[in-house]
Structures are given as structure tokens and as C-alpha cells.
């Protein structure tokens, strides 16, 4: 499975190969071509591997979800959309105006 977007934010998983683990967090940009069941695969992948937060960003409804893992298991945000500002468990400080990510040309 090769994820759109993967953030480790421990360097001692890395080496030339990739990752050795799960990443801290994951994010899949979904398109026409993903199928609900390649969706629930991969959540339930990366929920037994650890990763601990999973974002879904569905660019065509302008909406991101945001799994964190609590206890073993994905708790899921809201929905949030265009206009709002998400932050991460994961990357202390860090904040996405998602305005910015649904933005048209």
C-alpha cells in the first residue's frame, strides 16, 4: 500500500529502503478510483499497524476527515471543510487553513 502523503516523525525509521513501521500519520487524497473497499482496507491496515492519525481528504466534496488513534482504535473527527483550520495530535503546532487545500485555480 503506498500511501499518498506519509509523515515519520521518528528518523530512526527511515533508511534507504523507506520506513521500517508505521508512519505518524497518513494522508489519502481520494479520487474516482478509490473503491469503499479499498477505503475500509486500508483503515483497518494502517488502525492494526499503528498509524496514528489517518486523514481522508475527498477534494471533489471539499471535505477532510481526521482518524486519530485512541486505544487501538481510529476515533473519528467531523467533517470538516473549505474555510475551517485543522490541527494535528501528531504535529504539535502545526494548523491547515483548508481553504488553502480546496482552493480552485
Same mark, same amino acid.
Given at each position: 500500500?503506498?500511501?499518498? #502523503?506519509?509523515?515519520?516523525?521518528?528518523?530512526?525509521?527511515?533508511?534507504?529502503?523507506?520506513?521500517?513501521?508505521?508512519?505518524?500519520? #497518513?494522508?489519502?487524497?481520494?479520487?474516482?478510483?478509490?473503491?469503499?473497499?479499498?477505503?475500509?482496507?486500508?483503515?483497518?491496515?494502517?488502525?492494526?499497524?499503528?498509524?496514528?492519525?489517518?486523514?481522508? #481528504?475527498?477534494?471533489?466534496?471539499? *471535505?477532510?476527515?481526521?482518524?486519530?488513534?485512541?486505544?487501538?482504535?481510529?476515533? %473519528?473527527?467531523?467533517?470538516? *471543510?473549505?474555510?475551517?483550520?485543522? *490541527?494535528? *495530535?501528531?504535529? %504539535?503546532?502545526?494548523?491547515?487553513?483548508?481553504?488553502?487545500?480546496?482552493?480552485?485555480?
Amino acid at each position: 500500500i503506498q500511501p499518498d #502523503i506519509s509523515v515519520i516523525c521518528d528518523h530512526s525509521k527511515l533508511d534507504d529502503k523507506g520506513c521500517f513501521g508505521a508512519p505518524d500519520l #497518513i494522508v489519502e487524497i481520494l479520487s474516482p478510483s478509490n473503491s469503499k473497499v479499498e477505503l475500509q482496507n486500508k483503515y483497518e491496515l494502517y488502525e492494526e499497524f499503528g498509524v496514528r492519525e489517518y486523514w481522508i #481528504i475527498h477534494p471533489s466534496e471539499n *471535505t477532510l476527515q481526521i482518524n486519530v488513534l485512541v486505544n487501538g482504535s481510529y476515533q %473519528p473527527s467531523r467533517l470538516y *471543510t473549505s474555510g475551517q483550520k485543522v *490541527t494535528s *495530535t501528531v504535529l %504539535p503546532g502545526f494548523e491547515l487553513e483548508l481553504e488553502e487545500v480546496f482552493e480552485e485555480d
